[in-house]
């Protein structure tokens, strides 16, 4: 069997990219080791080999699709691209509408990968229905990614399973060779107009020993760094499968303040972690301006180690090992249960 991963291709850190790419490559792992195949990124239409900002080896291979006419001339036409008795496909949410129905009607097998349950709407109803309906298996990223699924296309009878990410805890974890500062961060790219309010707002209510620092155009190390650093992190997640960067901001000691996404109510623990209404960026303001006071009087602290343990371990490469090799034999069962019935 051999696993493909469509993939968008793109030249800056994307969390749903990387993602991508660390399961491929630990499923190639997987794979290889028993004998049973391999795992490989591919890049649509594209000449880009493989995303520059990705420090491990997966094989990443390139392909040009047919031309077809949908509404346009398009290069999404996949009938000469797949074997149906070795490939098995793992279609992005995103390109559900481009390639389900098609591979479906080609008789290759293929999972869909939800990462976003609020991207699941793309494309027409009808395509949609029956690329969910005739998947061999629905991967999600979060519960609230699996409630979504389960809400939009419950003829849907694939089984839905469950892909853990992963987060470095070599990396984000708290350094105690690393002071602490007074330091609020967070990331000017999720709701610019969100943050640019928020922080109009704390001009005037933070102490004046107290500072915000944006986290942008860094490698994910220099990430990791700076969080270290900070006491605060404000979350402006919006309509994320899981949201990533408040939950590795707590791992490295935050007290985190913002939006859940949605996808990041299954870890937004009050220990940790304060919820804003979307949209209250007055209370977001006077949330984040009365903690930093509560840090000066010793009435606030890091996470305490045994919630960041318990993270550490939801959200762990053993955890993300577990599920790809789950995943491994229900494909292993599905195509080969499919391929009985053809």
Same mark, same amino acid.
């Given at each position: 069997?051999?696993?493909?991963?469509?993939?968008?291709?793109?030249?800056?850190?994307?969390?749903?990219?990387?993602?991508?790419?660390?399961?491929?490559?630990?499923?190639?792992?997987?794979?290889?080791?028993?004998?049973?195949?391999?795992?490989?990124?591919?890049?649509?239409?594209?000449?880009?080999?493989?995303?520059?900002?990705?420090?491990? #080896?997966?094989? +990443? =291979?390139?392909?040009?699709?047919? *031309?077809?006419?949908? @509404?346009? !001339?398009?290069?999404?036409? %996949?009938?000469?691209?797949?074997?149906?008795?070795?490939?098995?496909?793992?279609?992005? #949410?995103?390109? +559900? =509408?481009?390639?389900?129905?098609? *591979?479906?009607?080609? @008789?290759? !097998?293929?999972?869909?990968? %939800?990462?976003?349950?609020?991207?699941?709407?793309?494309?027409?109803?009808?395509?949609?229905?029956?690329?969910?309906?005739?998947?061999?298996?629905? *991967?999600?990223?979060?519960?609230?990614?699996?409630?979504?699924?389960?809400?939009?296309?419950?003829?849907?009878?694939?089984?839905?399973?469950?892909?853990?990410?992963?987060?470095?805890?070599?990396?984000?974890?708290?350094?105690?060779?690393?002071?602490?500062?007074?330091?609020?961060?967070?990331?000017?790219?999720?709701?610019?107009?969100?943050?640019?309010?928020?922080?109009?707002?704390?001009?005037?209510?933070?102490?004046?020993?107290?500072?915000?620092?944006?986290?942008?155009?860094?490698?994910?190390?220099?990430?990791?760094?700076?969080?270290?650093?900070?006491?605060?992190?404000?979350?402006?997640?919006?309509?994320?499968?899981?949201?990533?960067?408040?939950?590795?901001?707590?791992?490295?000691?935050?007290?985190?303040?913002?939006?859940?996404?949605?996808?990041?109510?299954?870890?937004?623990?009050?220990?940790?972690?304060?919820?804003?209404?979307?949209?209250?960026?007055?209370?977001?303001?006077?949330?984040?301006?009365?903690?930093?006071?509560?840090?000066?009087?010793?009435?606030?602290?890091?996470?305490?180690?045994?919630?960041?343990?318990?993270?550490?371990?939801?959200?762990?490469?053993?955890?993300?090992?577990?599920?790809?090799?789950?995943?491994?034999?229900?494909?292993?069962?599905?195509?080969?249960?499919?391929?009985?019935?053809?």
């Amino acid at each position: 069997m051999n696993l493909v991963w469509l993939c968008p291709a793109v030249g800056k850190p994307v969390g749903g990219v990387k993602v991508i790419y660390r399961q491929a490559a630990l499923a190639d792992a997987l794979l290889r080791r028993t004998g049973q195949g391999q795992s490989v990124v591919m890049h649509p239409n594209t000449w880009r080999s493989k995303a520059p900002w990705f420090d491990g #080896e997966v094989p +990443v =291979r390139r392909q040009w699709f047919g *031309l077809q006419w949908v @509404g346009k !001339p398009t290069l999404t036409d %996949v009938s000469r691209v797949f074997d149906p008795a070795v490939d098995t496909v793992i279609i992005p #949410e995103l390109w +559900v =509408r481009k390639y389900g129905v098609q *591979l479906h009607r080609l @008789g290759v !097998p293929y999972a869909i990968y %939800v990462q976003n349950g609020y991207f699941i709407h793309k494309g027409a109803r009808e395509d949609l229905a029956q690329a969910y309906a005739q998947a061999h298996c629905i *991967l999600v990223v979060s519960e609230d990614a699996q409630r979504c699924v389960e809400m939009a296309f419950p003829q849907a009878h694939a089984p839905i399973h469950r892909m853990h990410c992963s987060i470095d805890a070599q990396r984000f974890c708290v350094d105690p060779s690393v002071d602490k500062e007074n330091l609020i961060t967070y990331m000017p790219r999720k709701l610019a107009d969100h943050s640019s309010k928020v922080l109009f707002f704390l001009r005037e209510q933070l102490p004046p020993h107290w500072r915000i620092e944006a986290i942008d155009r860094l490698g994910e190390a220099q990430v990791a760094k700076v969080l270290q650093r900070s006491r605060i992190f404000m979350s402006f997640s919006h309509f994320e499968g899981l949201g990533l960067p408040p939950l590795e901001a707590a791992l490295c000691g935050n007290q985190v303040v913002g939006y859940t996404g949605q996808g990041g109510k299954e870890f937004w623990l009050p220990q940790a972690f304060t919820e804003i209404e979307m949209g209250d960026v007055l209370g977001y303001a006077q949330a984040v301006a009365s903690l930093a006071r509560q840090f000066d009087a010793g009435h606030a602290a890091p996470p305490e180690p045994g919630l960041l343990h318990t993270l550490q371990t939801r959200y762990s490469a053993d955890q993300e090992r577990q599920d790809l090799q789950a995943l491994l034999a229900l494909l292993a069962i599905s195509v080969e249960s499919s391929s009985s019935a053809s």
